[in-house]
């Protein structure tokens, strides 16, 4: 494969063999050279069967891709030298995952490849057939066991037994059924008498399935170190598998199926497996542990996981990117475009930038650093499945299958910065660093032990003034209401509402009383407005003013001028009273508070 630098001089690496120019200056992909884009590879596989590997010791890394065919045939281990096919190997079930690892120390130094297939794990060295692992095999449930031995033995019959084990799915046992029972009950009602007569004397056997693979470095943390298998299945347990024997160093078991792994660490000094499981969860897992000690619950199903140092973040189906401590405790969330396909870290060496990209399916591809989008790669399909990292002799090298069976390829360029920001618009990010808090004083510390001390005391006068302080504004406002000191009636009979305004700078102002009837349909009669100020600050013009009747809803206004008569620059309240005929108290009272008047000026 041509090296970035070489296919930046010739355009040499697409199919035709010249540089896609349009593609590669597409907006969003300027970073990346597309070296080859084949919708014609006929490549369905994901993001967990996809690895790159040297697998001769020459430096330069090989693609290994487990094909999932149609489904049911066509199933290969396939192996690319650049974009051409090296070797092929034919795979009798459906991959679930595909690993590299060393397992020995012999030189010269080339890993083996690991293919998980139903409860099988098939080793390769040499682009060879190794080592076929098998699962331990399960506890088969006693009354199924009992059920086939009876149909061996004649007791009954075929409709018996399928009521049977019916029955036991019925009960919420279809987990711990063996695969001939599940096949049995699928067969229609004239296939089971000939299944049954051709499997009832084969022994019954209950084996389990791996859903997910990854792998783990046993004692040492170089490339090149030999690794342990870590293995999730579908019984719910986590097998740790010894490199060179193929013997189960650990078994762990989890509450759920396990989906997606991530381990770190060493295993013979300590290690982490975070696990992401079908009931929404994730789960943490340490060395020693039978058991996970924390657990993430997820707001919808997981489409895929990795791990950004201590941090784990995590694609979910509701369109959301999410980022989680080991112990549980969420950073941040962001909200996606579009569904996520699949999810790869992209771990860049030699400038030492890491990133997490996530494939959706409007034919974008996200990088983000961080919660911050750095990067956006337009694609011609749909991507399922991602491979980062060194292919051929390039250490940028970004490999993916899409929906409809292509390959693409593309390069990153070495000149490429990734800005430390969002290219979105929002807040900055210094919105989101830590303050800087000063350190506790003796006075915060003392201050604290007296709280922890007093605590009942001081929560007691504190409910104790809270009481008080209710009780006296309750007295006030029964008192207010009670001497009509409101500007709001609260007499349901006179329903009345009343405010003022004051015009002018002095000496002379100029008063304005609205008055509102709020009754829906009842007019008020026989009402008063009169004033009650200081006659040696003020002179009204009219004292008393005879109100006409209130049409419910209007607003009524009425003037008088008020005369200030001091020359001693200080003012006063006037209050305005609105009574009934005949009736001394109030109905309403408002309270005016009167600007300081201006000195006459005399010409």
Known sequence: MASAADMEQKGQGSPQGVLDKGTSSHEGNAKWLHAHYDPYSSLYTFSSCIALADLHGDGDNKLIIANLGTGKYDMKLKVYKGTALMTENTIIDLPTAVCTFFMDTHDPRTPAVAVASGPYIYVYK?????????????????????????????????????????????????????????????????????FANLHKHSPLKRQTVITCMTTLKKSHSEEDAISCLVIGTESRDIYILDPEAFTVLTKMLLPSVPVFLDVTGLYDVEFRIVVSCRNGNIYSLKKGSKAPKYSIELSSQPVGLQRMGKNVVVGCMDQTLQCYTTKGKRLWVLSLPANVMTMELMDYKTR????????????????????????????????????FGRFGREDGALV???????????????????EEKDSRPGPPAAQNQKLNI????????????????NAVTMHRMFQRDLYRLRLDAARSYVKALETSMTPMSADPFE???????????????????????????????????TFQYDEKLYQLQRSFIEVPLLVPGLNYAFQTLVECISDKAIADTIKVFVLRKGKSMPIITGNINMPVSEAQVVV
């Not at 006693?142 to 084990?165: F, G, S, T």
């Not at 591809?365 to 991507?383: A, F, G, M, R, S």
């Not at 000063?438 to 001390?453: A, C, G, H, N, Y």
């Not at 102002?509 to 008020?524: D, E, G, H, M, V």
């Open 352 to 387: 030492g930038f890491k990133a997490i990209m996530v494939a959706l399916d409007n034919c974008d591809v996200h990088v983000y650093n961080e919660k911050y989008l750095v990067n956006t790669i337009k694609t011609e399909d749909i991507v399922t499945g991602m491979k």
């Open 495 to 529: 329903p009345l509402k009343l405010s003022a305004t004051v015009n002018g700078i002095g000496p002379s102002f100029k008063l304005t009383i609205n008055l509102q009837n709020t009754s829906p349909a009842t007019p008020s009669i026989n009402l008063l407005i």
């Open 126 to 194: 040499n682009l060879r057939p190794y080592f076929k692992f098998t699962l331990p095999p399960l506890d088969v449930n006693p009354v199924e066991q009992d059920l086939w031995n009876q149909a061996k033995e004649d007791r009954i019959d075929v409709q018996v037994l399928k009521e049977m084990l019916e029955s036991l799915r019925a009960d919420g046992s279809e987990g711990t059924l063996t695969v001939r029972s599940l096949r049995f009950l699928m067969l229609d009602p004239e296939d089971m008498p000939t």
């Open 438 to 453: 000063p350190k506790k004083t003796k006075l915060f510390v003392d201050q604290t032990m007296r709280e922890r001390e």
């Open 400 to 418: 993916m299958t899409t929906k409809g069976g292509g390959l693409i390829v593309k390069i990153l360029k070495r000149n490429s910065v990734f």
